[in-house]
């Protein structure tokens, strides 16, 4: 047994020498396809020209690609004789955010979204970095066809930002029409981790979150005279201060869960009692039955206010569930062990650590959602110099987040960890 051990690490030692000279090798140029990544971004539904040059990369990678999968989406398949399929994701679209590294490349891009407003556009996610791992990952595995055997399937994600491009792409048969996975890989962008290093979750690592809108109804008046009235705003109190009793009474101590009420608006006037109300609402969580009995509550606690307050029957409150909801990412023990020995044989077993799962949201969880159900592991990626995480550390403060204007990777090493680390765990895995 521990001959056979030992000529695995040997072989494996072998395999990740291989994969660091080549991404040594491409690592200039993917540089400077991050820069011009940065530079360009697009908006969720309008990743026209981002998705036409991750499919020509692709094509000049050597797979065959196949573009306007769901929408914008770019499926790209590497089959190397039989084997395991490996599907590996990146994400494509920016965020509706100026700017403000003041990097050389930085964006400087203004557009006009769905409602027509001008916004500006940075790729404040880390998606750009995402992309250029994800073509180098796919110029490694095609440069090192023989210690492999199998089918890779890498896809260009429209619509992360909105949660939706996952189901787009599935719904326009993902799984069907392309190689069917058995385990599927993902990295995604740390704002307050070392570049060099990667962390991984096991079990549920981001949450399930529902965006919930109420419109909370009245009966307008003279404010002199609030008994001919029927005040939301005072109503609109009640619930906001009602809701915070679900996690605090409602969901069992240690099953984590979040009530927001982030956006609050109605009248117009000191002396008017207005007619409407409408609070914006986000819910995180991790477990499905919990997730339900937040919703559940809501309209429970809402629906009890408006009552108590002796509310109209026509003007009772109303709950809207909006359908732009992402379910919770759940990285599968087994195969998250798996990469972690892969990857750390690439980047050295201190640099990849144990991460605490976050309420934050990605839909890569949707390709382990359906009939398949189809492992997966998502990893986090080191972006900030080491000596900003360590002084950021030492004083308690806090390095800009992701989806900050302020955001700002280190691309050369960032990507060349990205590759090593995704590019050593698809080969790993397929020959595993």
């Known amino acids: 047994m521990k001959t056979i051990l030992a000529a695995i690490l040997v072989v494996s030692s072998a395999i990740a020498a291989d994969v660091a000279s080549i991404t040594k090798q491409e690592l200039p140029s993917l540089v400077e396809l991050y820069k011009e990544l940065h530079a360009n971004p697009e908006l969720s539904l309008h990743e026209v020209e981002t998705a036409t040059r991750v499919a020509k990369e692709l094509r000049a990678a050597g797979l065959e690609v196949t573009e306007k999968v769901g929408g914008h989406g770019v499926v790209g398949v590497l089959r190397n004789g039989d084997g395991p399929v490996i599907l590996v994701r990146t994400d494509l679209d920016a965020l509706p955010v100026k700017e403000l590294t003041g990097a050389p490349y930085a964006s400087t891009k203004v557009v006009k979204d769905d409602q027509g407003n001008e916004v500006n556009v940075m790729h404040a996610c880390g998606h750009d970095i995402h992309m250029a791992s994800f073509i180098g990952t796919a110029r490694v595995l095609a440069k090192t066809k023989e210690q492999w055997q199998g089918t890779v399937v890498m896809i260009g994600q429209p619509a992360e930002e909105r949660v939706l491009g996952a189901r787009f792409m599935l719904r326009d048969g993902l799984f069907s029409k392309f190689p069917k996975p058995d385990k599927a890989v993902a990295l995604h962008c740390a704002s307050d ?23 909370v109804k009245g009966v307008g008046g003279h404010g002199s005279m609030p008994h001919l009235c029927k005040d939301p705003i005072l109503l609109a109190s009640q619930i906001v201060l009602a809701l915070q009793t679900i996690v605090s009474r409602e969901v069992r101590p240690g099953d984590p869960a979040v009530v927001t009420v982030g956006s609050i608006h109605g009248g117009t006037k000191s002396n008017i009692i207005s007619d409407e109300v409408r609070l914006q609402l986000t819910l995180r969580s991790y477990k499905t039955e919990t997730r339900r009995h ?20 026509g003007r009772m409150p ?15 023990p087994a195969l998250c062990a798996e990469v972690r020995t892969l990857a750390s044989q690439a980047i050295g077993a201190d640099n990849v650590l144990t991460r605490e799962p976050v309420m934050g949201a990605e839909d890569f969880s949707e390709y382990g959602m359906t009939k398949e159900k189809v492992p997966l592991c998502m990893f986090w990626l080191g972006t900030q110099p080491p000596e900003a995480v360590s002084q950021a550390k030492a004083k308690g403060a806090t390095l800009p987040s992701l989806h900050s204007p302020l955001f700002k990777p280190v691309p050369g090493p960032s990507i060349e960890t990205g590759v090593k680390a995704m590019a050593s765990a698809v080969i790993g895995l397929m020959r595993g």
Do not use: C, T, W
């Open 294 to 313: 937040l919703i559940d509550s809501i309209k429970r606690i809402v629906k009890a206010q408006a009552e108590s307050a002796n509310m109209p029957a």
């Open 193 to 215: 981790m070392a570049h060099g290093q990667i962390g991984i979750v096991e079990g549920f690592a981001l949450a399930n979150v529902d965006s919930v809108e109420i419109s």
């Open 318 to 332: 109303e709950v809207i569930i909006s359908p732009d909801s992402a379910s919770a990412l759940y990285n599968q």
